[in-house]
């Protein structure tokens, strides 16, 4: 029986591979060029979903959650976000057709949240580069399969999903991870190329 939790995941994969896996890209065959640039690249993703879309993405908040010094079921890398931790969950979607694209979670620390996110309505990127906050997003992971909590949604899966650590001034800001929509597949093209 797939973990429960209280945040959206992948709990039914089909495959998933470590940062080091993927560090040189994968095959085409599972994931196509342009998705891989998207899922694997150091841009921020609800800015290049604005590109993608050509309009501005809303940032739906829908929990901001103490979570204290729990690991909260998250991936290994929270260990490198200092506690105690605030969860933040949100939906990202087109303002103007109101497709929902993502879903995303991030672990804060408690004590520097508000610092960095002072509107938690705007895109983490855009919250950042107010500040002109320079950033490194350290990848720990992709996967793809099937998060049933979506489905009604995002549709039937399969997803993809990938989580990293966004470090700023030498030290792990926050842990992120995202699940997207096949919806994505009307402005990246399928997947995966045959």
């Known amino acids: 029986m797939p973990p429960v939790r209280a945040w959206h995941s992948i709990t039914e994969p089909l495959w998933s591979a470590t940062a080091t896996e993927i560090?040189?890209?994968i095959a085409f065959t599972q994931l196509?060029?342009?998705w891989q640039v998207f899922l694997l690249g150091d841009g921020a993703?609800?800015?290049?979903?604005q590109l993608l879309t050509q309009g501005p993405i809303g940032v739906d908040v829908i929990a901001m959650t103490?979570?204290?010094?729990d690991d909260d079921d998250a991936p290994a890398a929270i260990a490198a976000i200092e506690g105690p931790r605030t969860r933040r969950q949100v939906w990202l979607r087109s303002e103007k057709t109101g497709e929902v694209f993502s879903h995303a979670t991030s672990w804060w620390p408690t004590t520097r949240i508000r610092q960095h996110l002072q509107n938690p309505q705007l895109p983490i990127w855009a919250s950042l580069n107010?500040?002109?906050a320079e950033l490194y997003r350290d990848l720990h992971g992709l996967s793809n399969g099937f998060c049933p909590t979506l489905?009604?949604?995002?549709?039937?899966g399969p997803y993809w999903s990938r989580h990293y650590l966004l470090w700023h001034g030498g030290q792990p800001l926050t842990?992120?991870?995202?699940?997207y929509s096949p919806q994505l597949t009307k402005y990246l093209g399928a997947a995966a190329l045959p």
């Open 23 to 25: 560090k040189d890209g």
């Open 32 to 34: 196509a060029p342009v």
């Open 45 to 49: 993703p609800t800015r290049h979903l």
């Open 66 to 69: 103490d979570v204290g010094m």
């Open 130 to 132: 107010q500040r002109h």
């Open 151 to 156: 489905a009604s949604v995002f549709g039937p």
């Open 175 to 179: 842990l992120i991870y995202e699940v």
